[in-house]
């Protein structure tokens, strides 16, 4: 999918829907912010949580969180930023 930040955007970002129980089984956490609560996934709300890849090109040294990106055409906010991981 695509990402967009004001005018920056990246292409083929890999986007995977999950619910606050990913971390339980991962072996990663946010670096900075946090994951979604279960409030959130209850209720549908607009919150990612972004890669440490996609923060560094799009946000350029600027804290994303609680930043709107757009995923595709729909806007969301960005309550964290994963780990700095090899490629997944």
């Known amino acids: 999918m695509t990402v967009k930040y004001r ?6 970002v ?3 829907g999950t619910t606050e129980a990913y971390l339980a089984c991962a ?3 946010p670096e900075t912010g946090r994951f979604f609560t279960d409030s959130e996934v209850d209720l549908n709300r607009a919150v990612c949580v972004i890669g440490w890849d996609v923060q560094d090109k799009l946000f350029k040294g600027e ?3 609680d930043r709107r ?5 729909q806007p969301f906010t960005v ?3 994963m ?6």
Request: charged share 20%; net charge neutral; proline share 3%.
């Open 63 to 65: 804290d994303p969180i």
């Open 14 to 16: 890999t986007v995977t």
């Open 7 to 12: 005018t920056e955007s990246l292409n083929n």
């Open 83 to 88: 780990e700095k991981r090899g490629n997944m």
């Open 69 to 73: 990106v757009k995923i595709g055409a």
């Open 79 to 81: 309550v964290g930023v």
């Open 27 to 29: 072996n990663t956490v």
